[in-house]
């Protein structure tokens, strides 16, 4: 029974990588060095909804994969860091064993660190190894909205998926 387990949960990230790549894809906002999108509404939904591995991997491969298809390759590695570890630190802080909705107080944190990492994280990486720190500025208002924003409807589609199909949180990893 366990290996079936392991098999759906396997399954699952595959779907939700996915589903990341669709949501950096489908809606792009051209800036200087990139796009702004949508990707963080589904790495906060899967983050809240499915756990911390689920989003590390969900939320790396997917970013990356979007980057390498959308020609945007030296991205790529970039984005597989910074959403990664995105989606593995906004679970780990709202992460309850009890199966208790996190306080409101770790939500406010969670959206805190999912703002400083993905804005702080584009800004040092794409500073190093791709443009100079002023390029690289000019990035941080669009990546402050976009994550921002990102979470605040990744939460609302999470508290709205665990009302709607409560056992959705077996599934988290």
Known sequence: MQQ????????VVAVLTAVVVVFTMVVRIPTAKGYL????????FIAFTFGPWSAFIA????????????????WAPISFLVH???????ALIVRQRTGTE??????????????????LGYFALSTLFISTASVAAAEIPGNLAQSGVGFVLGLGVSIAVKRAYPPVRSLAW
């Open 102 to 119: 996190a306080s409101f107080l770790r939500k406010l944190l969670a959206g805190v660190v999912c703002i400083a990492t993905v804005t």
């Open 37 to 44: 999108n949508l990707c963080d509404v589904a790495i906060a």
């Open 4 to 11: 079936n387990r392991n098999a759906l949960k396997v399954a």
């Open 59 to 74: 939320a790396g491969l997917g970013t990356a994969l979007a980057d390498l298809i959308s020609g945007y390759a030296q």
């Open 84 to 90: 990664g570890l995105e989606g593995l630190l906004v």
